[in-house]
């Protein structure tokens, strides 16, 4: 059972340019939910995060949206630039754990 | 170190041996997690430490896969038997116990098994 779903796969932008990434996920106990950024040979690194008691989270030119009701969320990154290009991942963790529940990843490429 | 460090970064190993995969956490983070990750996939959970404890090991495929964190800092991962479905990038994060602090990756120690 794949708890958080994301998509598309993988995605080209021009520079300049929006590039949005969708995730939704299944399970309500979920109430934290982050977006990592890795780089080929890197480990993934965070991005910017959101709680559910808030709809929407701005740091920079990265910005989350929160559907709690719709149980999805989305990554819009702007002004796109080459050196995004790196695979994006969401994720969501909850419980006393705290462990993350990763989706599948999404390939940016941003041309120049 | 400032980070979380992971060696080997590459590791390769033939079918049937045992390999052992170790992580050097940020200093004073009582959390510790392994991850593995297959080509194409996003980080799957392994287990989780609190302290010198596996607090949780659900994500562990089979017997094969052990972890210890004996003094809550350094944990090492230890397959026994491995096999070609084991090759993957394993990852290691450590985070402060509280709600929602962030978790830091290392930059994984590549394993393939020929």
């Known amino acids: 059972q794949q708890q958080v779903k994301q998509s598309p796969q993988s995605l080209i932008v021009q520079k300049g340019g929006i590039s949005i990434i969708n995730c939704a996920y299944e399970n309500t106990a979920f109430d934290y939910f982050p977006w990592y950024q890795q780089f080929p040979g890197k480990g993934p690194a965070l991005l910017i995060a959101?709680?559910?008691?808030?709809s929407e989270k701005k740091e920079g030119r990265f910005t989350i949206s929160f559907n709690k009701s719709a149980k999805q969320f989305s990554l819009h990154i702007m002004d796109s630039q080459p050196g995004d290009s790196a695979t994006y991942f969401c994720?969501?963790?909850?419980?006393?754990?705290?462990?993350?529940?990763f989706g599948k990843g999404t390939l940016l490429t941003v041309n120049p | 170190g400032a980070g979380v460090s992971q060696t080997p970064s590459n590791k390769v190993t033939e079918k049937g041996k045992y390999v052992e995969l170790r992580c050097d956490p940020i200093?004073?983070?009582?959390?510790l997690y392994w991850y593995r990750q297959s080509l194409g996939q996003g980080p799957e959970f392994l287990i989780y430490f609190q302290g010198t404890g596996a607090a949780d090991d659900s994500g562990l495929p089979n017997d094969r896969f052990f972890a210890v964190r004996p003094e809550g800092s350094v944990s090492t991962l230890k397959i026994q038997r491995t096999e070609r479905g084991d090759s993957a990038v394993y990852l290691c994060?450590?985070?402060?116990?509280?709600?929602?602090?962030?978790?830091?990756f290392g930059q994984g120690t590549r394993l393939t098994v020929v």
């Open positions: 994720a969501a963790s909850g419980g006393s754990n705290y462990k993350l529940t």
């Open positions: 200093s004073g983070h009582t959390a």
């Open positions: 959101i709680r559910p008691d808030v």
């Open positions: 994060a450590s985070r402060f116990t509280g709600p929602n602090t962030e978790a830091f």
